[in-house]
């Protein structure tokens, strides 16, 4: 639903838990105050001064085009993949930090619109940044589903240099980091499992198949991780011991189907739980189960 700014000024509507609601400067002028919660904790609220949260000052402070536009880029707050790059006006960042849902300006229909209006995906927001020229904008939120309009997780899945390499691609490659590669790389070895393969398996495909193997490497790699502390040995070791534990570990997800995007999820959680706390919570979830 679009909510015009207009009507919100006009009608002093006020929005509570994280919505908008007006105040009064010491000129007697209404300005826009937005009391909404902690952008890294969206499920818990706080108080903050006013003076921090008037929108208007904030928004002044954007160098928006002739047009009154902005470049606008989606982020997701796990996995660091950019998910879509929009424009979005004054309204439209206004109702993002309002609703918490990322919205942009549509140039060709001259409207606003919230991504997942019509498809139930949205981009919830977390928290938006300003670069340093202050001219464009991160939506840095945690999508419900795939961004693109195909279907894809993210907009960006056409590689240039493969496309300079005037070759075939076969399916799409999405834009990921290192981290991301890897865990696409293995899920295909994962799923080259079920096809007839001749010749010797890859080391990937033989820790897939075998738990036992796959869980004296990690124990093996995490104790020659933990040994380059104790004997003292240069970074680059410690880099490479710790390569190994999270190559082997990713294996590990890919056979339990959990995708490193929960576990970043899980520890993003943790960010405001002391490790005492989370402990505690475990051991009396376990014994409920109990």
Request: hydrophobic share 35%.
């Amino acid at each position: 639903m679009t909510i015009s700014y207009a009507h919100m000024l006009q009608f002093s509507t006020s929005f509570l838990n994280g919505k908008l609601s007006f105040t009064s400067d010491n000129k007697g002028r209404r300005t826009h105050v937005l009391p909404f919660a902690s952008l890294e904790r969206p499920d818990k609220n706080i108080v903050v001064d006013p003076k921090f949260c008037q929108v208007d000052s904030l928004l002044d402070s954007v160098k928006w085009d002739d047009k009154g536009l902005a470049v606008a880029i989606a982020q997701n707050v796990d996995t660091g993949a950019i998910l879509m790059q929009g424009f979005a006006n004054r309204e439209a960042v206004f109702t993002t930090l309002s609703s918490r849902k990322a919205t942009f300006f549509s140039r060709s229909r001259s409207t606003l619109w919230t991504k997942g209006e019509t498809s139930n995906n949205f981009i919830n927001i977390h928290d938006v940044f300003l670069d340093c020229d202050r001219d464009s904008i991160i939506y840095l939120g945690k999508p419900d589903g795939p961004t693109c309009h195909t279907g894809a997780e993210t907009c960006y899945y056409t590689s240039v240099f493969d496309s300079l390499k005037q070759q075939e691609i076969e399916g799409n490659r999405l834009a990921l980091t290192s981290l991301y590669s890897l865990e696409s790389t293995i899920s295909q070895r994962k799923a080259e499992l079920a096809e007839e393969e001749n010749g010797k398996p890859s080391w990937t495909k033989r820790l897939l198949l075998n738990d036992k193997l796959l869980c004296s490497k990690i124990r093996e790699e995490a104790n020659e991780l933990c040994q380059t502390l104790e004997n003292n040995e240069d970074k680059s070791r410690t880099a490479s011991e710790m390569a190994d534990v999270l190559y082997h570990a990713m294996v590990l997800l890919a056979v339990k189907d959990v995708k490193v995007e929960d576990v970043l999820q899980v520890l993003r959680q943790r960010f405001f739980q002391s490790g005492i706390e989370e402990k505690k919570s475990r051991v009396s979830k376990k014994s409920e189960q109990d």
